[in-house]
């Protein structure tokens, strides 16, 4: 199968489709579901040995059992679209159930690069597949939406009132939004309250020596609705020794259309990022968001075919780390101060399977004086947040999140941790749904917490009103 992968940048047919024409044969009908531009590899295909190591570790065939919502299925009709079958209904409909997790890339005894083909797979379903009108006006929604800050930061106001005034437990007590639009649903469960806490200044100086220059990633859903997160995060990596840049221009990293094929986007957020930071001189690029983090990491690749872009992109991505790697690699200097509390730690997807950062995280708790961190059962089982996969698939992404809130909630831990704003929502709404209670918090509040000798009582406030 390798000779059918097409030269990336040409319009070349897939070969059995060349070979059916000198044989005299008919092809399938319709056109291939793949053409020349990055289509997914014929070799990573044929990597797959359908050993089945992946299955217990994917959320789609965890709920369903179907064989074409696991990683392998999927790769069987990346490889049928490879050999000129068309990209039907059916076909997309399993590729877009994916959530993204890259659990079966963890999972995989023969080193499958699952996450390069549905990366390349999902983009030529975004060129090459016409979608209904309502998942078109859905999604054009979400990323009219999501990769803007400012957009994001103007409905603040208006979901504050909703809240205020009474109106979101009247909708909630009517059921209608649930039965009517899902999706706007699952978004009113997510949005966590609404934080007034002052932006960062463009540069924070170090506390004692400087010890490495940094450029901050302040995000999307991250800089909107966890301000406080990105402000602990300055804190945390001032008093590290770390001088923090914070350019306010700077907008969306592109993750999102990223990992939902929209490529083109994606490289016009990268390009932009790339150009406000790379004059700063920084030395490191600091992220505090795990799916963020795994897309900036990826630079390197998502702008390889653009000649002005592609070395620029590789400096860039060799100085990007999320911020426990940063704060290990450095090592401590700061002072941390009891947190006598126990902790269940969510690796979040893609902090843990994309980016291979678990042990980080857990160095960082465990040199806080007092703080017992307790496991989670299922541990690599997503929590059905993956981007907006919540949003677009709301009932699977409930289930799923009723699965990890009764793992977390069995802990008995009074914090969770992690290091994702998508997964602190989504589980909050799941213990919520439950009926359980469990204070959350990023990691890097946890750190800020002991570095500044708050005390447990700055991350247990009372769980706030749904």
């Not at 064989?67 to 392998?72: A, H, I, N, Q, T």
């Not at 980016?355 to 059905?384: K, S, Y």
């Amino acid at each position: 199968m390798a000779d059918i992968d097409a030269p990336r940048g040409t319009g070349t047919p897939p070969v059995d489709a060349l070979r059916a024409a000198e044989n005299g044969t008919t092809p399938p009908p319709g056109p291939p579901a793949f053409d020349g531009e990055h289509p997914p590899s014929a070799d990573l295909v044929s990597d797959c040995v359908h050993c089945g190591f992946c299955l217990t570790t994917c959320p789609t065939y965890v709920l369903w059992g179907e064989e074409m919502d696991s990683p392998r299925g999927r790769i069987h009709l990346i490889g049928q679209g490879l050999s000129g079958e068309p990209l039907s209904d059916s076909m997309v409909t399993h590729f877009d159930r994916c959530l993204g997790c890259m659990a079966c890339v963890t999972a995989c005894p023969s080193g499958v690069r699952y996450d390069r083909l549905i990366e390349d797979t999902r983009a030529q379903v975004e060129r090459r597949h016409q979608r209904g009108p309502r998942d078109r006006a859905l999604r054009a929604a979400i990323f009219a939406l999501f990769p803007y800050p400012r957009r994001l930061r103007l409905l603040r106001g208006p979901l504050r009132a909703y809240r205020m005034t009474g109106l979101k437990k009247l909708v909630d007590r009517s059921g209608l939004l649930h039965r009517l639009a899902p999706a706007l649903a699952t978004l009113d469960s997510l949005a966590p309250p609404v934080r007034a806490v002052p932006r960062p200044p463009a540069r924070v100086h170090a506390r004692g020596p400087r010890r490495a220059l940094v450029g901050m990633l302040t995000g999307c859903v991250q800089s909107a609705f966890f301000p406080d997160v990105n402000a602990a995060t300055v804190r945390v990596l001032a008093a590290e020794g770390c001088e923090v840049l914070i350019p306010p221009g700077q907008g969306c990293c592109g993750a999102l259309s990223l990992h939902n094929g929209r490529r083109a986007e994606a490289q016009r957020f990268a390009r932009k990022l790339i150009d406000t930071f790379e004059e700063t001189g920084m030395d490191y690029f600091v992220v505090n968001a795990a799916g963020c983090g795994s897309s900036l990491k990826e630079y390197d690749d998502l702008l390889a075919d653009d000649p002005h872009y592609a070395d620029r992109a590789a400096a860039f991505t060799a100085k990007v780390r999320d911020l426990s790697e940063l704060l290990v690699e450095l090592g401590p200097v700061a002072r941390r101060h009891p947190l006598p509390m126990s902790v269940a730690y969510h690796d979040a997807c893609h902090l843990g399977h994309a980016q291979g950062v678990r042990a980080q995280p857990r160095a960082l708790l465990a040199g806080i004086p007092g703080l017992a961190v307790r496991p989670i059962r299922e541990a690599e089982i997503c929590c059905g947040s993956a981007g907006v996969w919540n949003v677009l698939n709301p009932a699977p992404a409930a289930e799923l999140g009723d699965r990890k809130a009764e793992a977390v909630l069995a802990t008995g831990a009074e914090l969770l941790v992690t290091a994702n704003p998508g997964c602190l929502m989504q589980v909050a709404a799941a213990v919520r749904r439950k009926g359980g209670s469990i204070a959350l918090a990023h990691t890097a509040q946890v750190l800020d917490a002991s570095i500044r000798g708050l005390g447990t009582e700055a991350l247990m406030p009372a769980q706030p009103p749904s």
